[in-house]
């Protein structure tokens, strides 16, 4: 009998020493995890591929599509899972509620005072000109220009440089690429501001729609002119396009994909930047965690492994639609891929290397070096709070 009691004892004292250590990891790995978050939040950041609509505050759109009764808008305007056409169809929505010069100017000041406050550093927005109901297309990239002329004038270049891309879509007509990229020599021709700020061309829209070969002559245009592009590419499986793509050699590459062995050789071979998308990348593709990335733990651990890391740079696409920040998809990428905290720092301003405003500007050159600075500050930062949670 008193051996049966004193083998009970023994067993509830071991299985109360398991439980205790199992809460004990669990709440040491939430508490990493927590650092790792705080840590994205103070890096400083270089954000590449943002759409100034998508990244609009949701409760902004929704106020605006309540005040002019967009149809359609309001249905658009809860988060949830969402399909590459759904993502699409509440673009459309966005773009019915963003239909004045100030509601497009009110957008505009929100999202880079988001991007600021998140810390990023280097911000390069991309938006498509278009006539709204009180404005034509140049109106409109003016709106924003003045926007980002305001932004600096209140915040600052310390704060944020800030730098604009015009966008041409993809389902629109040729026609309108090549208006766009007129319009852009016309403003750089005309505004000194325009000539600071615009630094390039985008190709998106939805991938299913237009043919990338039809819009290869305007960016070469831009090209010409002293305008690199960043063209989306391999959202959906089509490598006869892919290889279109890389033949034209676009300074940077959005998302990318669907790659076949071939495009992936080719791509390490001669690097073209990739601008990787997580919560963007994942939604639309409808899986659940980042080592389910078609690419991201190729570029970002395997090559890392065996060669020079692939320059890619993390972004957000569009915070609004996907209700993500820059901090954010940072933690998502380091915490379920696991990267160490000088990786993390590393990726969180990889873009500057791959930004299109050129590399010697002064600009550049100051935010290179208070970039370093920060970096360093929020990394002994990082360790001495981990050194906290093991004392
Ligand atoms: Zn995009």
């Known amino acids: 009998m008193a051996g049966r009691i004193w083998a009970g004892t023994l067993v509830a004292g071991v299985a109360c020493l398991l439980v205790a250590a199992v809460s004990r990891v669990r709440r040491a790995r939430a508490r990493r995890e927590a650092a790792m978050r705080r840590l994205c939040k103070r890096l400083p950041k270089v954000e590449l591929h943002a759409h100034l609509a998508g990244c609009a505050r949701l409760a902004t759109i929704t106020e605006l599509a309540g005040e002019i009764a967009a ?6 305007a809860a988060l949830g899972k969402l399909t590459l056409d759904e993502c699409f169809a509440r673009f459309g929505a966005i773009h019915r509620a963003l239909s004045t010069e100030a509601a497009l100017k009110r957008v505009a000041a929100e999202v880079l005072a988001d991007f600021a406050a998140d810390g990023v550093r280097y ?4 938006t498509t000109p278009r006539a709204l109901r009180d404005v034509d297309a140049r109106g409109y990239v003016c709106a924003v220009l003045d926007s980002i002329g305001k932004f600096e004038r209140d915040a600052g270049d310390r704060a944020m ?19 766009t990229v007129e319009l852009a020599h016309t403003l750089r021709a ?3 501001d325009a000539r600071r700020l615009i630094v390039g061309v985008d190709l998106s829209g939805n991938p299913s729609k237009g043919r990338f070969v039809d819009f290869a002559p305007a960016l ?3 090209r010409a002119a002293g305008l690199p592009a960043s063209v989306h590419c391999a959202e959906v499986e089509d490598h006869a396009e892919m290889d279109d793509v890389l033949a034209f050699r676009p300074a940077r590459l959005g998302h990318a994909l669907f790659l076949s062995a071939a495009h992936v050789e080719a791509l ?28 991201a733990a190729r570029w970002l651990l395997d090559d890392l492994r065996t060669t020079e890391a692939y320059p890619v740079s993390i972004s957000t696409d569009d915070t609004g639609v996907f209700g993500t920040s820059a901090s ?3 933690a998502r990428v380091a915490l379920e891929l696991r990267l160490d905290p000088a990786h993390v720092a590393h990726l969180a301003a990889r873009g500057l290397h791959d930004a299109f405003e050129p590399a010697n500007s002064r600009e550049m050159l100051t935010l290179r070096a208070r970039c370093a600075r920060d970096a360093t500050i929020a990394l002994a930062l990082h360790a001495q709070e981990l050194r906290g949670a093991w004392a």
């Open 190 to 192: 005309e505004r000194a």
């Open 220 to 222: 070469a245009r831009a």
């Open 268 to 295: 390490r071979a001669a690097p073209i930047p990739i601008e990787l998308c997580p919560t963007s990348n994942l939604t639309t593709l409808r899986r659940a965690h980042m080592r389910e990335h078609p690419t």
């Open 123 to 126: 911000l390069e927005i991309r």
């Open 161 to 179: 440089v800030v730098r604009l891309l015009l966008s041409i879509d993809r389902s629109g007509p040729i026609a309108r690429a090549d208006e």
């Open 71 to 76: 149809p359609g808008a309001r249905a658009h």
């Open 328 to 330: 954010a998809e940072l």
